[in-house]
């Protein structure tokens, strides 16, 4: 599902839930157990977040969520993943080492939100970028609205979140969601270069770096329980469900 590799003072994590790395409980899980590692591990500075597959991540596990929105307790074992995504996606964005996402294909949903927990993105610049839960009367709850609001400006959170919209990883890069944007080609060999490159700094400077980021960063807290409200409040509209029901029956065999 997710395995793991150290080389010098890098924890590389290679997604590999086939076909697209849909998050799930399990998936979750994994990634936070790796966390703990690499938090308990002292010599490393850098966890280099990548795909074995040609998708980063399509998000939320389509077959989970055609369950969950055919039982009346499904909307809140939905709520309760969403949850389990923002704890994970907080420690990855407050760890005491730099974290980097390698997106070499789609992350849209769930996968670029966990993209965008992240302190360094690069990506491919043919890769489909997105946030697109508006287009099943939905919102992007493990932190979307949050921390692309405060990368980009509400402008461009505005365009790129109400309207559902999908980017290239050049236009990603130009709108500063990503930091960086390379041809699919040379986008494995760059990013080993950029965690080689992060990660022969001192991991307690790196933290505290971090740390004092934060602070200058800092926003109410509350947005995040206000997108799991919201999320809540949306899967029982009858519009969403309908979307949903459509969009899953034509991508659930």
């Given amino acids: 599902m997710i395995s793991i590799e150290q080389s010098g003072r890098v924890t590389t994590a290679t997604l590999a839930r086939a076909p697209v790395n849909a998050i799930n409980d399990e998936l979750m899980v994994r990634l936070g157990e790796i966390v703990d590692q690499v938090e308990r591990d002292e010599n490393i500075s850098v966890l280099h977040i990548r795909s074995g597959l040609k998708t980063f991540s399509a998000g939320a596990d389509l077959a989970l969520m055609q369950s969950c929105f055919a039982t009346p307790e499904g909307p809140d074992r939905m709520v309760m993943l969403v949850r389990q995504m923002q704890a994970v996606f907080a420690r990855l964005e407050s760890a005491p080492f730099v974290t980097l996402a390698e997106i070499g294909g789609a992350a849209v949903g ?69 930091q960086w944007s390379i041809p699919r080609a040379q986008l494995a060999e760059r990013a080993r270069e950029l965690a080689a490159h992060y990660a022969s700094m001192p991991r307690p400077a790196l933290a505290a770096i971090k740390r004092c980021l934060a602070v200058a960063d800092a926003r109410d807290p509350r947005g995040y329980e206000e997108e799991i409200l919201g999320t809540r409040r949306l899967y029982d509209d009858a519009e969403a469900r309908r979307r949903v029901a459509e969009f899953l029956s034509k991508s659930v065999a």
Avoid at 111 to 123: H, P, Q, S, T
Avoid at 143 to 158: E, K, P
């Fill in 110 to 178: 769930g996968g670029l939100e966990l993209a965008l927990a992240c302190d360094l993105r690069i990506a491919a610049a043919e890769a489909k970028l997105g946030l697109t839960e508006a287009r099943l009367g939905l919102l992007p709850g493990a932190g979307g609205t949050q921390r692309l609001t405060r990368l980009c400006g509400r402008g461009i959170a505005n365009r790129l979140i109400l309207g559902g919209e999908l980017m290239t990883g050049a236009e990603a890069e130009r709108l500063g969601v990503v």
